[in-house]
């Protein structure tokens, strides 16, 4: 609230004059010139503290504005992270499941629980189905059915042996096939004794491409608690 200074003085100033002839007034006393300078002097301090006020007033409402600003920013800043670290996590997962993907390998004999048995001879070819499985990482292989089926595109290497005792009427034979073609065999024959014949092959196989081992038609295999007709294979490389 501003008061005007000239208005102070001509308020006091006919506060003091009497009404009566001008030719009685007296000389003001020395005091009332030192009161009016005074309060002259006590309003302009007063306009320039209500001044200095509007002034703090305007800084505390920007300083307000600033604040709330800041605020906004902060949870933008807090949401934009949350979204961030959420396709972060989903990277994340989608890294680790493709490493599991490409985590593949399996290794099984031919019979399991410590059985022996000879296995054919038969008029065509017939999968093998390796039962004992001793590794099965990425489950890729189906000790049910005795075929591996691929779950990615890329380098597979394959191994697998064939024995029974030899008879000299009988060999000893058993193919893998990729899908349906044959691809290599391992195979032998003798007249009596042991044997055993072993292959591996290194095949690029499609997602859903499946591996397996036959049986060669009027051969024989045998197995027990050695474990000696085996089927394994892992991934190399994705492709």
């Known amino acids: 609230m501003e008061i005007s200074v000239s208005f102070m003085l001509l308020l006091l100033l006919g506060a003091i004059v009497p009404s009566e002839n001008v030719e009685s007034q007296q000389p003001f006393p020395q005091d009332i010139y030192t009161a009016l300078k005074e309060m002259t002097a006590s309003l302009v301090q007063l306009k320039a503290d209500i001044t200095l006020l509007q002034r703090e007033t305007q800084g505390q409402a920007q300083l307000k504005t600033e604040v709330k600003k800041l605020k906004q920013e902060q949870l933008e800043t807090v949401s934009d992270f949350s979204e961030q670290a959420a396709q972060l996590n989903t990277i994340v997962d989608k890294l680790n499941q493709q490493q599991k993907v490409e985590q593949v390998a399996f290794s099984a004999s031919l019979l399991a629980g410590g059985k022996s048995a000879t ?121």
């Open 119 to 239: 296995i054919g001879p038969f008029s065509t070819y017939t999968t093998l189905i390796f039962k004992h499985v001793v590794t099965n990482i990425g489950n890729a292989y189906n000790p049910t059915t005795g075929v591996f089926t691929a779950p990615l595109r890329g380098a597979y290497n394959f191994e697998w042996t064939i024995g029974t005792n030899g008879d000299g009427s009988h060999p000893s034979g058993a193919s893998l096939f990729k899908n349906s073609e044959n691809v290599f065999i391992a195979y032998e024959q003798q007249a009596s004794g042991f044997m055993s014949a072993s292959k591996g092959v290194t095949l690029l196989l499609e997602v859903g491409d499946v591996v397996s081992v036959r049986l060669w038609s009027g051969t024989l295999a045998f197995d027990n608690a050695n474990h000696h007709t085996t089927f394994s294979g892992h991934l190399l490389f994705p492709m």
